[in-house]
């Protein structure tokens, strides 16, 4: 049912933590679950981001696209981590079952969230982020349940 990829993330999760003053911190859940994901960016003065660690109170996939989302956020720029989708983030995971892809949306929306949040902290805009919901659950399509 699972990749090899998702099952390896899962187990072994990289990037578990929490970053002390973090530059972005960004918290989602999705109340139809109840599965909650928070996401810690450390980003240096040239908008790269050095460092994300995450903490997921959530199923295995919700760890495992966590796990690799901060894997393929590190070292990027800010517009780079933005385009980053949980399309890509499954993708890299070598896909999940359909009933799993809106887990996969946690990740993508936790990091618009800590992006809004170092955003808001620096008084700065970044273009094409909207303001992140904190509760996806609303926005999920019925049928990936
Ligand atoms: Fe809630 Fe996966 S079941 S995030």
């Known amino acids: 049912m699972y990749s090899e990829k998702v099952m390896d993330h899962f187990q072994n999760p990289r990037n578990v933590g929490e970053i002390e003053n973090a530059s ?14 928070r996401i810690y ?28 989302a901060t894997e393929l956020v590190k070292g990027k720029s800010i517009n780079e981590a933005l ?12 896909g999940l079952p359909p009933i799993k892809v809106h887990c ?5 929306e936790a990091i618009h ?3 809004w949040d170092y955003a ?3 008084d700065i805009k970044i273009e094409g982020l909207t303001k992140p919901k904190s509760d996806i659950g609303e926005t999920v399509e019925e049928e990936n349940y």
């Open 83 to 94: 385009e980053i989708t949980n399309k890509a983030v499954m993708e890299a995971l070598d």
């Open 113 to 115: 969230a800590a992006l």
């Open 41 to 68: 960016l450390d980003i240096d003065e040239n908008n790269i981001i050095n460092d994300c660690k995450f903490k997921t109170f959530g199923c295995g996939a919700a760890v495992a696209t966590s796990s690799m």
């Open 24 to 37: 972005g911190v960004g918290t989602v859940g999705n109340a139809k679950c109840g599965d909650i994901m």
């Open 104 to 108: 996969s949306l946690l990740a993508e």
């Open 120 to 122: 808001e902290k620096n």
